[in-house]
C-alpha cells in the first residue's frame, strides 16, 4: 500500500482509516470510509509535478546546505588548530619573557596580547559555529 495514495488529513476523523479500493487505478488506499478516489488520481497531474519538481529543489537545497556546512566545519577546525598553535608559542614566549625579571612589564604586556588574541580567535570560531 503507497502512502503517497493515503489521505492523512482523514486518520484524525472517526472513520478516517478505512482500507479502500481506488475506482480509478484499483490502489488500496487509508482513508474515510466514504472515500472512492485516492490521493493521486483526485489530485490533478500538474499540481503533482509542481510538487515533485518543488520536492527536487528541496533536496538540492538541503545537499547544498549539507556541503556548506562540512565546510564551515573544517574551517572551524582549521581555526582551532591555529589557536592551539598560536597560543603554546604565546606561552612559550611568556615563559621565555618571565624568566628575565627586568622584562616584567613586558610580560604582562605579552600576556594581556595572549589574552586579546584568544578572545579574538574564540569569537571567530563561535561566529563560524553558529
Not at 488529513?9 to 484499483?26: A, I, L, V
Not at 485516492?38 to 519538481?53: E, F, G, M, W
Not at 572551524?76 to 598560536?86: G, S
Not at 621565555?96 to 600576556?111: F, H, I, R
Request: net charge positive.
Amino acid at each position: 500500500m503507497s502512502t503517497e495514495h493515503n489521505w492523512p488529513e482523514d486518520f484524525s476523523h472517526e472513520n478516517g482509516n478505512y482500507n479502500n479500493d481506488c475506482y480509478m487505478c484499483k490502489t488500496v488506499f487509508i482513508g474515510h470510509k466514504r472515500r472512492h478516489v485516492c490521493r493521486v488520481c483526485a489530485t490533478p497531474k500538474s499540481i503533482r509535478d509542481q510538487l515533485a519538481h518543488l520536492q527536487s529543489q528541496l533536496d538540492e537545497c538541503r545537499k547544498e546546505l549539507t556541503a556548506r556546512l562540512a565546510q564551515v566545519e573544517r574551517e572551524r577546525d582549521a581555526l582551532t588548530a591555529a589557536l592551539v598553535d598560536c597560543h603554546a608559542y604565546l606561552m612559550q614566549q611568556l615563559r621565555a619573557k618571565s624568566l628575565n625579571d627586568s622584562a616584567k612589564d613586558g610580560t604582562q604586556k605579552l600576556s594581556r596580547m595572549v589574552s586579546e588574541v584568544l578572545d579574538a580567535a574564540r569569537a571567530a570560531v563561535a561566529a563560524l559555529s553558529r
